[in-house]
């Protein structure tokens, strides 16, 4: 694998990293009356693409290291991924689960069936899902691998058709199923059905896949349809855009409401997601800026540790606002934006410095031990 190739995934990473924390950003902004919608549109419309384009990144690595013309051990792969994603996914868990029961003296959810549900769903907190999510991908490798080979024989057709599946049910499961079903399992199923259903994610996942699989021709489409990438990247986000101010201005939505409508798995996040993997992925492929490509190269080897520690500095942050009277203005939103960012890409570093010392540690938090870190090995 070539030092361009592994560059470029990392600082995709590294930018869904950033876009996450603004997307959570934005969700916190909305307690302030005056929420600017310009501002919210920023960090809600713009940045949607981040959690997909991770399962672009993912399959992207898994197939670039384990081509399909090669042996796969499921054994061994799924014993990779028990360290690097399924044991610090139920320690940060645990850790959400105790801080909750530390500061509220709720001990409920650690009941049997109840943390089995919260474990099984990711709900610890509100960015593990996403874990969940991958995990299962993780899980029903073989199969993937029996479709992206087709994929890769059938690129035009088999894309296609995968897209507007894709665009058909995530419309069907955003719009209109409902939990109102007798069963309580399946309606349980149903409700929380964004945390765990892969289904929601193939597209981009085996997009990612079948890039891989062909990374010299991908190389040269990049090149060769530079100019459309960008074009259809501007496009749906402009479309995303103008449904979010059509929602809020002329339907007279909430903010909250019209992003609850526009957003990563309706059919426009679909195509503003695909195309902004290849817009990315162009861009990262080229020289950057010495100080800009320091930069995303650290974000990038922290983003595991950040994602995973930032809903923590979020809470405390926003109880220090809330102890000086200081609402979530547009202007302290910036500022809290960034000092997560700060203070989690901090506590990231302290994590691996600790971990030097303690490699147990650094296995729990992070599924890797420092002196087998690298940019590679995360998500």
């Not at 499921?74 to 996914?89: A, E, G, I, N, Q």
């Not at 650690?110 to 549900?117: I, M, R």
């Not at 087709?150 to 897209?163: A, C, D, E, M």
């Not at 501007?234 to 409508?261: D, F, K, P, R, W």
Request: net charge positive; glycine share 4%; with cysteine.
């Amino acid at each position: 694998m070539s030092n361009s190739r592994l560059v470029a995934l990392d600082y995709i990473r590294a930018i869904s990293m950033l876009g996450v924390i603004g997307i959570h950003t934005g969700a916190y902004s909305l307690s302030y009356s005056a929420a600017n919608p310009h501002l919210f549109a920023l960090y809600e419309i713009v940045s949607r693409f981040s959690v997909p384009i991770f399962f672009f990144v993912s399959a992207f690595g898994l197939f670039l290291s384990q081509p399909l013309n090669k042996e796969f051990h499921y054994p061994t792969f799924m014993s990779k991924r028990f360290r690097t994603v399924l044991l610090p996914y139920l320690t940060w868990s645990l850790l959400y689960m105790l801080h909750y029961t530390w500061l509220s003296g709720d001990t409920t959810l650690w009941q049997g069936p109840l943390v089995f549900k919260y474990l099984l769903l990711g709900l610890a907190s509100y960015q593990l899902y996403f874990l969940v999510i991958l995990i299962w991908f993780y899980a029903l490798m073989p199969l993937w691998r029996i479709l992206a080979a087709w994929l890769v024989k059938n690129i035009t057709l088999g894309l296609t058709s995968l897209l507007l599946g894709q665009i058909a049910f995530n419309y069907y499961s955003s719009y209109i199923l409902r939990a109102n079903f007798e069963n309580h399992y399946l309606n349980l199923a149903i409700e929380h059905r964004m945390s765990y259903l892969v289904l929601h994610y193939l597209f981009i996942f085996l997009l990612g896949a079948v890039c891989a699989e062909r990374f010299s021709q991908f190389q040269a489409y990049l090149k060769q349809k530079s100019s459309q990438i960008n074009f259809c990247f501007l496009l749906t986000l402009a479309g995303m855009l103008i449904h979010y101010y059509y929602l809020v201005y002329y339907q007279h939505y909430s903010l909250e409401s019209a992003v609850n409508t526009v957003h990563q798995l309706s059919p426009l996040g679909v195509l503003y997601t695909a195309s902004a993997a290849l817009f990315w992925f162009k861009i990262f492929s080229g020289p950057l800026p010495d100080k800009t490509s320091a930069l995303l190269t650290q974000f990038g080897k922290h983003s595991y540790v950040i994602y995973l520690v930032h809903p923590f500095v979020m809470y405390y942050l926003l109880i220090t606002l809330n102890k000086i009277s200081q609402e979530l203005t547009p202007l302290t939103t910036v500022f809290f934006y960034l000092t997560t960012l700060a203070a989690s890409f901090c506590l990231s570093w302290i994590i691996e410095k600790i971990s030097r010392h303690l490699p147990l540690l650094g296995l729990l938090l992070t599924g890797s031990s420092p002196a087998k870190t690298k940019l590679t090995a995360k998500l």
